[in-house]
């Protein structure tokens, strides 16, 4: 059974940097099959997709929303089997709970989540 | 980026009644090629993740119960609940996964009358 981690919650002032860490048991981040994304959901944005990490033909591939595509940097830990979130910058419009999700290259949907985190941007 | 409008934004219905939730997109999400609707639906309960119930429109992720059905082609899909048990309500969502970034629809919620 799959199950992903994410780490506690979290309080940052406007200007720092936003670090969330998915912990993955049951798959590995370098499936070839998978592909690992962020997820943020709010009260004003809703559900939004942030971006995904993946490996495939043996090299690793990221790709982002546009919207946060500048501030924004997803990598895999292979030797911890995670992958990390990692956003600059923050203002208080980054305030959501974030997802780490697992798309399944067969079905495209995210079937697996992790269960969230609540991360708050106040000065 | 491919908009996802649901309606209503939520619902009341009686236990043992159907609910049906609409979905619509701002274009296609039919793959022409295998004729696949790359469009999901999602369960969220408070307090917890979304949970996958349907993928390419119309297929039930496994263990999902056969009261969850999935319709609709191209732009309009439906979301049925046959038979609304207590442990239904929830926010549910559907997602399009045809053109990145992937996007939700606002979601609707399902309440019991």
């Known amino acids: 059974q799959v199950q992903l981690q994410q780490s506690s919650t979290g309080l940052l002032k406007p200007s720092q940097t936003l670090s969330l860490t998915c912990v993955i048991s049951?798959?590995?981040?370098?499936?070839?099959?998978?592909?690992w994304s962020w997820i943020r959901q709010s009260p004003s944005r809703g559900l939004e997709w942030l971006g995904r990490?993946?490996?495939?033909?043996?090299?690793?591939?990221?790709d982002y929303a546009l919207s946060v595509r500048s501030r924004m940097a997803i990598s895999p830990d292979t030797s911890r089997n995670q992958f990390s979130l990692q956003m600059t910058s923050a203002t208080p419009d980054d305030t959501a709970v974030y997802y780490c999700?697992?798309?399944?290259?067969?079905?495209?949907?995210?079937?697996?989540w992790g269960q969230g985190t609540m991360v708050i941007v106040s000065s | 980026d491919i908009v996802m409008t649901q309606s209503p934004d939520s619902l009341a219905v009686s236990l043992g009644e159907r609910a049906t939730v609409s979905c619509k997109s701002n274009?296609?999400?039919?793959?022409?090629?295998?004729?696949?609707?790359?469009l999901a639906w999602y369960q969220q309960k408070p307090g917890q993740p979304p949970k996958l119930l349907i993928y390419?429109?119309?297929t039930r992720e496994s263990g999902v119960p056969d009261r969850f059905s999935g319709s609709g082609s191209g732009t309009d899909f439906t979301l049925t609940i046959n038979s609304l048990q207590t442990e239904d309500v929830a926010v549910y969502y559907c997602?399009?996964?045809?053109?990145?970034?992937?996007?939700f629809g606002q979601g609707t919620k399902v309440e019991i009358k």
């Open positions: 990490t993946y490996y495939r033909s043996n090299k690793w591939i990221t």
């Open positions: 390419w429109a119309s």
């Open positions: 274009q296609s999400v039919l793959y022409n090629s295998d004729s696949k609707n790359f």
């Open positions: 997602q399009q996964y045809y053109n990145s970034p992937w996007t």
């Open positions: 049951g798959d590995s981040v370098s499936d070839n099959t998978v592909a």
């Open positions: 999700a697992r798309g399944r290259s067969a079905i495209r949907a995210f079937d697996v």
